[in-house]
């Protein structure tokens, strides 16, 4: 059912309501006047309940909608004939005004022309000759009043009409705006469970634009696995009625992760508790939660090496000195210096350079593992935290750490072998600030320069 026949199905409801409604009002007014002319009315009960089957089916709604006005004035057709009341004329007029509920100059034209037949039909068997000129007199003034009546309800129709066609205008640039936004509009009728988008399917061509569901969350199949359990949570407070803001993660088939943010709108009509239908707008923030995840690792990562940059660094060794699990014993930095690296970068150039360090940086992330973490600290320096276990020592860490890095390294058409000057120092307590430890390490790093380089120093007593 389209959005045109939508509304012609309200209309038939509230028709049929307000018809009903005229013919108690007729029969409650003819019972206290004593005109038992009500009794013709009552022929058409039959017809009105296979109009109530119909709407109340949704079965034909525009037959419906035709079939409805033509009854209630065959209704009062016998009446008017037969006793020429002005009580059966204003509801003859009442019913006019009804037709001019669907908005439809057809149904108006109908209705009126139904009205001036059974004008012209009681003037005809009237009793008082049809030459009278009272009765002509009285005749010409409710066809004028009906004329008048039907132009007034033509006009209003005709205006409403270009207000439904500058909205719909409205719409379509609305949705057209929507669209190139890649931003997704949609309606959930609650007593269909049927959602409707109206706009933004250009950036989804995998997902449906009507589908049947029970829950209010469009395309609620898509959401990503982790983010099930909390949708859930927002899908209760939407159907209690609140709105909510979200944001989730749809799997596309075919596509990476998708990061939608939502607004959900409940709406309650007047009149009723529960939620009669669901207001829902999504946008594609993906690229903008790349973006963040971008910001946030170079926040915390250097942005050559990607190895975590010095702040990174701190507050993971920070962490561990305040972990339980922490021995100031098993716990060491490690300062490394790569020994003629500036010569190397003037000859073969930064760019060759850069890609040394990368490749350097990525062998000593290999070699922390899980025990431990990498950081650069800037140019050719970098620093390193280890934890070792009770079987290994840390002499024989760093010499397999020191054999490792020392291997040659492919660099385009350059291969590389590095030397490495390496200072270490030993934690001796949680309080220690790592200010300092790495200071220790630099001193120790510092000695094996002025020896020759390419050498591993313990500072202190390790």
Aim: with cysteine; proline share 3%; glycine share 4%.
């Amino acid at each position: 059912m389209n959005r045109g026949e939508s509304f012609i199905h309200e209309r038939n409801q509230l028709v049929l309501l307000l018809l009903t409604g005229f013919h108690l009002a007729y029969f409650i007014t003819t019972a206290i006047t004593r005109e038992w002319e009500m009794v013709y009315p009552l022929l058409t009960i039959p017809a009105y309940l296979v109009v109530g089957f119909l709407i109340a089916n949704r079965f034909a709604v525009r037959p419906t909608m035709y079939l409805m006005i033509i009854t209630y004035f065959t209704s009062f057709m016998f009446v008017i004939v037969q006793s020429h009341s002005i009580l059966s004329i204003i509801f003859l007029w009442l019913g006019m005004l009804v037709s001019s509920l669907y908005h439809q100059k057809r149904v108006i034209i109908v209705a009126s022309s139904l009205v001036t037949l059974l004008l012209t039909a009681s003037l005809l068997v009237s009793p008082i000759s049809i030459s009278s000129q009272s009765a002509l007199h009285v005749y010409m003034y409710l066809l004028l009043f009906t004329l008048s009546l039907f132009t007034f309800l033509l006009v209003q129709a005709s205006n409403t009409n270009t207000m439904w066609l500058q909205y719909d205008q409205s719409k379509q640039q609305l949705s057209y705006l929507l669209d190139s936004a890649a931003i997704v509009t949609y309606s959930y009728d609650m007593e269909l469970k049927q959602h409707d988008v109206t706009s933004g399917l250009n950036q989804f061509i995998n997902f449906p634009n009507i589908e049947k569901s029970d829950s209010p969350i469009l395309w609620r199949q898509f959401i990503h696995e982790e983010d099930k359990g909390f949708m859930r949570l927002i899908e209760k407070d939407v159907l209690k009625g609140l709105t909510r803001n979200v944001e989730f993660r749809l799997i596309v088939p075919g596509k990476p992760i998708m990061w939608m943010s939502a607004k959900y709108f409940p709406i309650i009509e007047k009149g009723k508790v529960r939620l009669s239908r669901l207001e829902g707008a999504m946008i594609d923030i993906t690229e903008r939660k790349l973006a963040e995840e971008k910001i946030e690792f170079l926040a915390f990562h250097d942005s050559l090496t990607k190895l975590p940059n010095r702040p990174s660094f701190y507050r993971y060794v920070k962490g561990r000195q305040q972990s339980k699990s922490f021995k100031a014993e098993h716990a060491f930095i490690v300062f490394i210096d790569l020994d003629s690296f500036k010569q190397i970068n003037d000859r073969y150039g930064h760019i060759t350079g850069d890609r040394l360090l990368e490749k350097t940086a990525r062998r000593l992330e290999k070699k922390t593992g899980n025990s431990g973490m990498a950081c650069r600290l800037g140019g050719d320096e970098f620093v390193l935290y280890l934890e070792k276990d009770e079987a290994r020592s840390i002499e024989g860490i760093i010499s397999d750490l020191h054999t490792s890095m020392t291997k040659p390294i492919h660099v385009d058409d350059h291969m590389f072998t590095l030397t490495l000057s390496i200072g270490v120092t030993q934690f001796s307590s949680r309080k220690e600030t790592i200010d300092d430890l790495i200071s220790q390490a630099d001193q120790a790093m510092y000695e094996i320069k002025h020896d020759g380089k390419n050498g591993v120093k313990l500072f202190c007593n390790v």
